[in-house]
């Protein structure tokens, strides 16, 4: 097996409990991108990815433009294997849930999660980028 250099093992929303985005995490140097996502107390929210190939971090809280450039972005479950698409997310409705995901990290620069919908429970986002060697 491979050893792996960890580059990066960030925290994107912390227990969130109210709509909004998270912080944004410079993936740019990362060969892989690991998402571990996690909820409590019963969560009612959706929560989405987005990326960015702008050299510095967009607006992800703002509206998409040519200068504030970012998309919502799809990422792969572990758990199901399959491709969640970045403009629908995850739709939680009452139930907690903790999953295992993957980006295609190719060309992006940058990654955030937003949640919105949001009526009950804790959101926790996790980010693991790491390189092969």
């Known amino acids: 097996m491979a050893n792996r250099s960890i580059k990066v093992n ?9 709509n909004g ?9 990362f060969r892989h991108v ?3 996502f996690g909820t409590t107390d019963s969560a009612n929210a959706v929560i989405k990815f987005q990326g960015s190939s702008s050299d510095d971090a967009p607006t992800f809280s ?15 479950d572990y758990e ?3 491709i969640i698409e970045g403009d629908t997310g ?4 009452g139930a907690d849930d903790v999953r295992t995901l993957m980006i295609n990290s190719d060309g992006i620069d940058w990654i ?8 009950a429970g804790k959101i ?8 092969n060697i």
């Open 21 to 29: 985005v998270g912080t944004s995490i410079n993936v740019s140097d």
């Open 80 to 82: 199901s294997v399959d």
């Open 34 to 36: 690991i998402i571990q």
């Open 124 to 131: 926790t986002v996790k980010v693991k980028g790491f390189n």
């Open 112 to 119: 955030n999660a937003i949640v919105s919908s949001w009526s």
């Open 10 to 18: 960030k925290t994107c929303l912390d227990a969130v409990v109210a």
């Open 62 to 76: 703002s509206t998409q433009t040519p200068t504030n450039h970012w998309d919502y972005i799809g990422v792969y």
């Open 90 to 93: 995850i739709t939680l409705s």
